[in-house]
């Protein structure tokens, strides 16, 4: 029941986002899996050395003070998602700022 002009501004809002969060993360290390159309980035960590995708959450969270999700919770198989962490970029533009220069640090 909302006006269409609310819907192709909030898109244009999260592209603008996804647009700086994404070459952050592909600049610090992560595989990335571009979105067509969520607020969210799913990224594979393989590259970093964790045995799982909890492990390595917990590490970005201690040690970087950025969150993400495990992308094992996800799959109905949950390892099927251990080397799989998701980021979201429905935030305001100061939080996304600010993990984008902590995640800088895992280059």
Excluded: W
């Amino acid at each position: 029941s909302l006006p269409q002009e609310y819907y192709d501004t909030l898109q244009r809002e999260y592209q603008a986002r996804r647009d700086v969060l994404l070459p952050v993360l592909e600049q610090s290390g992560f595989k990335t899996f571009v979105p067509d159309g969520a607020y969210y980035i799913m990224t594979d960590i393989s590259r970093f050395g964790f045995s799982d995708d909890v492990e390595f959450t917990r590490h970005l969270i201690r040690e970087v003070g950025v969150a993400c999700v495990p992308g094992s919770s996800f799959y109905s198989k949950p390892a099927d998602g251990a080397q799989q962490v998701r980021f979201c970029f429905c935030k305001k533009d100061e939080t996304l700022n600010r993990a984008a220069e902590r995640l800088s640090k895992l280059k």
